[in-house]
């Protein structure tokens, strides 16, 4: 089922309204017909299951079925603060960490960080970003679309994390697994996390100095040494799976497989 995202003041009491490059893409890519159902979502906490009733040139018409909360999300809103790469990168971090449950990505600029882009290449890519982000959230059927940020200095990055629940920033000279075991372990449902991720040549050792200032916990992924856009989504992946069990404890699993 095709899910697309409206504002607020797109829902009616009985209908939604959909309008912009939706429309187009529901009559002319899906070529969707009146009576198909359809996922749309306010972009917060409501999900509406709707059908088609009427198909304009400017705008399509849902008629709303049944009105869900969004039950999609992780049950924590990790934030990850993404040290700028190279190329084109930043693109597939984006797509896959939202695909894996990032609530934000703010782009940053580090000491050792290679790229540089001045404020009119920043705006250009940020809304590059967020148009992969929406995508990746359609694709993945987010209740929500993440949001991407302008790039920010590692100073003001830091600032951000402040008002977190949590920050952890992997590093190649933190303690052992069982370390990093015993702080993912801390994270409970409801938290706000913060992941500092580093560029191709890693942080400097001040600025890993700088975070732990700040509160937060420098964590190893492990005796490899990752990527810059492996790094966030390993871990992202970790907290995915150690928060998302949690919210279903409620599930009781066989005790025998059947073959």
Not at 159 to 176: C, Q
């Amino acid at each position: 089922m095709y899910r697309f995202f409206v504002k607020k003041d797109q829902i009616q009491e009985d209908a939604v309204i959909i309008i912009g490059s939706d429309v187009n893409h529901i009559k002319n890519v899906l070529r969707m017909k009146k009576g198909e159902t359809i996922l749309i979502s306010d972009g917060e906490d409501r999900e509406y299951v709707c059908t088609i009733d009427e198909l304009e040139n400017e705008q399509v018409r849902a008629k709303i079925e049944d009105v869900n909360g969004v039950a999609k999300e992780l049950p924590i809103k990790v934030t990850l603060f993404q040290a700028l790469p190279k190329g084109d990168k930043m693109e597939t971090v984006i797509q896959k960490m939202i695909e894996l449950g990032a609530y934000e990505i703010v782009p940053v600029s580090t000491k050792r960080c290679i790229v540089k882009l001045d404020n009119k290449k920043a705006v250009s890519k940020t809304k590059r970003w967020n148009s992969i982000a929406e995508s990746a959230a359609k694709q993945s059927k987010r209740g929500i679309i993440p949001k991407v940020s302008m790039p920010v200095t590692y100073k003001e990055a830091l600032k951000m994390a402040e008002a977190m629940d949590m920050v952890l920033i992997p590093y190649e000279n933190a303690e052992n697994m069982a370390h990093t075991r015993q702080v993912v372990s801390q994270i409970k449902m409801g938290m706000t996390v913060g992941i500092f991720i580093g560029p191709e040549g890693g942080f400097a050792e001040e600025e890993v100095k700088q975070a732990i200032n700040t509160g937060a916990y420098d964590i190893t992924l492990g005796k490899r040494i990752l990527r810059t856009e492996t790094a966030g989504m390993a871990l992202m992946s970790v907290l995915m799976f150690e928060t998302e069990a949690v919210s279903y404890t409620h599930l009781t699993l066989p005790t025998k497989l059947e073959v």
